[in-house]
């Protein structure tokens, strides 16, 4: 099926100051793994993937590269909390193209290049209920 749902909540996105610290916190208070660590140039972040012992649903940490980073303003105005929570979809373009018909307000109208390889793609928070969503589409194998 290549119509664009979401398949699977792939993780909630907090924004931090330290990502150090954060993760070590959340490995020793809820037992969560870094699973991978990234610099995102593209997206002026640096991001840590943790994922619970049985796996499931991720946390993603994101700490600002610069002070233009979109991290950057979020912490500025709302401090550290949730940033996002992404879905993963099958096809990028198709789950846009069906937004857009639809009038859902879009930050991206065409995908761009996240962590870990994934084409993503977020829509506008007020579209969804005052949350940003992220829909990425992971590498095919
Ligand atoms: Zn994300």
Redesign the pocket.
Known sequence: MKDGKAETL??V?IAVRNIDEVEKLYETALGLKVHHREIVEEQGVK?SMLVPEDGGTAL?L?EPLSDNSPISNFLEKRGEGIH?I?FIVDNIQSALNRLKEQGVQLIDESPRL??YGAK?AFIHPKAMNGVLI?L?EMPKK
Do not use: F, K, M, T
Request: a negative charge; one cysteine or more; hydrophobic letters at 40%.
């Open positions: 792939y993780h996105a991001s993603e994101l996002h992404c996240g962590a993503v992220e990425a």
